[in-house]
């Protein structure tokens, strides 16, 4: 079955500490992953793919074909972080099977 | 540039009416989607289109229908609204080459069924 999995619903940190947002999958192929972020009263939009091994607004995410995980992580959150994040997978012609999300909640 | 526009924003509906999203983008995107997103279920995958003329169903086609007369819009029709279709609605687009991927999303609409 094609599934993504995102365990926590909320995860609240403090500004300026260690931020992982956890994302596991459930895929037979070759996987495409991605995370998407919607920011208040805004678009959902995308933050980064794995397959561009890119480091946008601090995140990163590593592609753990072992662990089949996909986890989003940033060293120092920040206020502006405060967000709905979700990861999803491509089952084919970008067709994403999404999770359920997790809001991030950084406190000043 | 626009990017992917939908509408209406907001829509409420009574049981058995019809009604028509549109979903618009000038990206000339080749693959175009809709999604459902209700609460705690995150996105699902309702049709998707690979280009000018072709139809797919996704995970929730139940009770939809989508048409892609042109490459730059992608229709989704309610036949007879029920109340299980009360949810946000969200288009995305997406272009054709696999460096490029990733989506660019409408702003939603929200369609209330009673």
């Known amino acids: 079955a094609q599934r993504v999995t995102q365990p926590e619903k909320l995860l609240s940190v403090f500004k300026g500490a260690p931020v992982e947002l956890k994302c596991n999958y459930s895929?037979?192929?070759?996987?495409?992953l991605f995370w998407y972020v919607q920011y208040s009263r805004q678009r959902l939009q995308l933050l980064l793919r794995?397959?561009s091994r890119e480091s946008i607004k601090g995140f990163t995410a590593d592609l753990n074909k072992g662990e089949t995980s996909f986890h989003l992580k940033k060293p120092f959150a920040q206020e502006e972080d405060s967000a709905m994040y979700y990861c999803?997978?491509?089952?084919?012609?970008?067709?994403?099977?999404f999770g359920t999300g997790t809001r991030l909640l950084v406190s000043p | 540039n626009a990017g992917v526009t939908q509408t209406p924003k907001f829509r409420v509906l009574k049981t058995g009416q019809s009604m028509t999203l549109l979903c618009a983008q000038d990206m000339n995107h080749e693959y175009m989607y809709w999604y459902r997103q209700d609460p705690g279920m995150g996105l699902r995958l309702i049709h998707y289109s690979v280009g000018e003329g072709t139809t797919a169903k996704g995970e929730v086609p139940d009770g939809y229908n989508v048409s892609r007369l042109k490459k730059q819009n992608f229709l989704l029709g309610l036949e007879s609204a029920a109340p299980s279709q009360t949810s946000v609605y969200f288009c995305?687009?997406?272009?054709?080459?696999?460096?490029?991927?990733?989506?660019?999303f409408g702003s939603g609409t929200r369609l209330t069924v009673v």
């Open positions: 999803a997978l491509n089952t084919g012609f970008q067709k994403l099977v």
């Open positions: 895929y037979s192929g070759s996987p495409e």
């Open positions: 995305a687009s997406s272009p054709e080459d696999r460096s490029n991927y990733g989506y660019t």
């Open positions: 794995h397959i």
